[in-house]
């Protein structure tokens, strides 16, 4: 997620609650990407919450999300064989973010 768009909605303007981190973005250029840091946040989707980690960095036009949370949030699905040839993608059952940790799902109140 671009800092721009973590401080105008967090209103973190200096980067005081990202959490540090030693991740190294490779691009497809193969120019690498310090990410000032990570930060997890409560997304809203369908009357679901769900906490998904962002890492935020300086050079990125707009936020990304990854194949799988996206899957998991049922922004896109994947049609392939093996969903053909089964009840549930095999992907769509891992939860992991960019940094391989878990999307936790909010129980509703």
Do not use: W
Not at 27 to 44: A, W
Request: aromatic content about 6%; charged content about 25%; overall charge positive.
């Amino acid at each position: 997620m671009p800092f721009a768009v973590y401080k105008h909605i967090t209103r973190d303007f200096e980067g005081r609650q990202l959490k540090s981190t030693k991740s190294v973005l490779i691009m497809l250029n193969k120019s690498k990407v310090f990410p000032r840091g990570t930060v997890l946040l409560q997304l809203d989707r369908n009357g679901h919450g769900y906490r998904v980690q962002f890492i935020i960095v300086d050079n990125c036009e707009v936020p990304l999300l990854s194949l799988v949370t996206s899957e998991q949030l049922r922004l896109v699905k994947i049609i392939d064989s093996d969903a053909i040839t089964s009840t549930h993608s095999p992907r769509s059952q891992v939860d992991v973010t960019a940094d391989n940790k878990p999307i936790e799902k909010e129980n509703p109140s």
